[in-house]
């Protein structure tokens, strides 16, 4: 009787468990390159652009006000957004400003 039950138990056909993990692992890849890996590499892009400011360079805030960077500290940038106005925020917080007639995607 038990091994009947057992028996019927058992699926009929269709993907084993191997098939279905190897399913699982190329979902998983295809999942890593087209989001994960493009994100990664725009972060390692906006570090480096960060770690390089410099006087003159102009930015954009997260918040979306332009600025010509004034000078650059450890952890912070001081940013010029109008004549004689100057701002001092995060390096975070700042990105490469696009360039005149250039649109942001």
Known sequence: ???????????????????????????????????LRPQRKKEKEERKFRENLQKGDRVLFSGGIYGKVHSVDATTVEVEVSNGVIMTVEKSMVQPAPAAGEEKK
Request: aromatic letters at 8%.
């Open 1 to 35: 009787m038990l091994n009947t039950i057992l028996l019927q138990a058992q699926p009929q056909g269709g993907m084993g468990g191997g098939s279905s993990m190897i399913f699982i692992i190329i979902i998983l890849v295809v999942m890593w390159f087209l989001m």
